[in-house]
């Protein structure tokens, strides 16, 4: 399976470490309501949380299925995946398919996976940072997150991207190379038509003073 770690900027955080404060009760309230669950994030979760509701009601409020573009053309987000029982590894490989012909194993397309590391091989919960370029992700797509271990689906989420489309960014380029085209065209001609003029009129000072 292909591993590109150029489009994807990963910061890597044990779900313990975001759960202090909150107690053990909580942190498998939060593991047993999103077992089986990639979540993507509008913000990170903070370090701390009054009660124990509190990273609960963080998550189911700030969960998105939409992600927009940044000024970079690039779509940035946090996600958090949570386990149905113990990871029993320290590496999860973060898979992403395109699901635009459907969410089964065979109509998903691969687009992109990458490697995210735990210290923790007991861990239930897992979080990080993504950042997804173009060209191998588009605007105005449906994508698939899986997070997998040794080959075994553990954890899954779906999140469509919006902005500008490769189509219209490529077809933006080609109209503004046509267009600084054509100035320099007519730059050229303008250049052509001056030191045209600028000969005859040195022709014609010549011939006037031929006559005398």
């Known amino acids: 399976m292909k591993k590109n770690s150029v489009w994807i900027s990963i910061i890597s955080l044990i779900c313990g470490v975001l759960l202090v404060g909150i107690g053990s009760v909580a942190a498998r309230s939060v593991e047993s309501i999103f077992a089986g669950k990639v979540l993507v994030l509008k913000k990170r979760p903070p370090a701390y949380f009054k009660r124990k509701s509190g990273f609960v009601r963080f998550l189911k409020t700030h969960s998105t299925k939409t992600?927009?573009?940044?000024?970079?053309?690039?779509?940035?987000?946090?996600?958090?995946?949570?386990?149905?029982?113990?990871?029993?590894d320290y590496e999860v490989e973060m898979v992403f398919y395109d699901i635009k012909n459907g969410r089964a194993k065979h109509q998903r397309r691969y687009v992109n996976?990458?490697?995210?590391?735990?210290?923790d091989r007991n861990t239930r919960s897992l979080s990080g940072k993504t950042k997804l370029i173009r060209p191998d992700f588009d605007a105005n797509r449906r994508y698939m997150i899986v997070a997998q271990s040794r080959g075994k689906e553990l954890a899954k989420g779906e999140f469509a991207t919006r902005g500008t489309s490769q189509a219209q960014i490529d077809q933006d380029k080609r109209l503004d190379h046509m267009q600084k085209e054509m100035e320099k065209s007519m730059k050229d001609l303008e250049k052509r038509a001056k030191e045209q003029e600028e000969r005859r009129q040195k022709e014609s000072q010549k011939a006037a003073d031929d006559l005398f």
Do not use: H, I, N
């Open 67 to 88: 992600v927009y573009e940044g000024q970079d053309k690039t779509w940035s987000f946090e996600t958090m995946a949570f386990f149905k029982r113990p990871l029993g």
């Open 113 to 119: 996976s990458f490697s995210q590391y735990t210290q």
